[in-house]
């Protein structure tokens, strides 16, 4: 996309029934600078993508959390965002594709296909992701049986805090 008319038809094209004024208000909210630029892109694609990512996927997860959240006796669950990212992937303009948090839960030998970069430098955020999902599935909580180097991940709840996976960067 490069002028943010392109942005406003993208998201008018998936989101059909915004207005013309909600969608000159993405691209005010979203603008051109807000992140670097992607490789291979026009220069309004981190916005649109910036803008359709939050839409499509982070307010509605938000959103089922804080409503699931709202109906437990006691906080069970939580939120995460996988920003684990590959050089291949961002060279290419991909960013952090969906379910490429697969090969750090399951571990690279498990998965077909794994990234090269899950043996290298993003081989770190494996046993810390490996080791929360183990937790959960032993004992329905992420934190008993956590990575020691790992934070505590908080469960959801009125603050709203997701745990940030990123290489040698993990946090709440």
């Known amino acids: 996309m490069a002028t943010p008319a392109q942005v406003e ?13 909600e969608t000159r208000n993405i691209t005010e909210q979203y603008p051109r600078n807000i992140t670097a630029e992607v490789p291979r892109h026009d220069v309004w694609f981190p916005a649109a993508q910036m803008a359709y990512g939050e839409a499509t996927f982070i307010c509605p997860a938000i959103h089922m959390l804080t409503a699931y959240a709202a109906h437990l ?15 291949l992937n961002t060279a290419a303009g991909l960013g952090v594709p969906h379910l490429f948090e697969s090969f750090a839960i399951f571990g690279p030998d498990s998965v ?11 081989a770190p955020v494996v046993p810390v992701a490996m080791d929360y999902w183990i937790s959960f599935v032993r004992v329905r909580d992420p934190n008993p049986f956590r990575n020691p180097a790992a934070p505590a991940w908080l469960p959801w709840g009125p603050d709203q805090r997701r745990l940030r996976f990123e290489t040698a960067n993990n946090s709440m």
């Open 9 to 21: 038809t993208f998201m008018r094209n998936n989101y059909r029934f915004l207005t013309d004024e």
């Open 73 to 87: 006796a006691q906080p069970r669950a939580w939120g995460y965002r996988y920003n684990v990212a590959d050089e």
């Open 112 to 122: 077909p296909n794994a990234p090269r970069s899950y043996y290298t430098y993003n």
